[in-house]
Nanobody, 128 residues
Framework: QVQLVESGGGSAQAGGSLRLSCATS????????LGWFRQAPGKEREGVAV???????NYADSAKARFVISKDDAKNIIYLQMDSLKPEDTAMYFC??????????????????????WGQGTQVTVSS
């Protein structure tokens, strides 16, 4: 089981930026994927971005050109840089992990069902 702890959430104005971090425990599997998800009140949890152990990334359409997922293997941290924030980005953001590559999934890593380990989440609120 992988431990995941998110941080970096908060409030921002529309058009502003936030950077989320997710500290992870060490992976026992050589191949793994880490994803960022979000869930707004009354809505289903949705995938935002994913990165695998080789550094391959995939993004939801809503995140493309605005968000960047990255990882620091030395620190066991993944990041989500969010720019040009919109009020509709307001949600609880979670990081999640599973052993394997998102590239082998029909969902391309953006569906929650593939992920076995989850953090507690960090709130992001964007005001207009």
């Amino acid at each position: 089981q992988v431990q995941l702890v998110e941080s970096g959430g908060g409030s921002a104005q529309a058009g502003g930026s936030l950077r989320l971090s997710c500290a992870t425990s060490r992976f026992t599997s050589a191949r793994y994927s880490l994803g960022w998800f979000r869930q707004a009140p009354g809505k289903e949890r949705e995938g935002v971005a994913v990165i695998d152990s080789d550094g391959a990334t995939n993004y939801a359409d809503s995140a493309k050109a605005r968000f960047v997922i990255s990882k620091d293997d030395a620190k066991n941290i993944i990041y989500l840089q969010m720019d040009s924030l919109k009020p509709e980005d307001t949600a609880m953001y979670f990081c999640a992990a599973f052993a394997g590559s998102w590239r082998s999934l029909m969902s391309r890593g953006l569906a929650p069902y593939a992920y076995s380990d989850w953090g507690q989440g960090t709130q992001v609120t964007v005001s207009s």
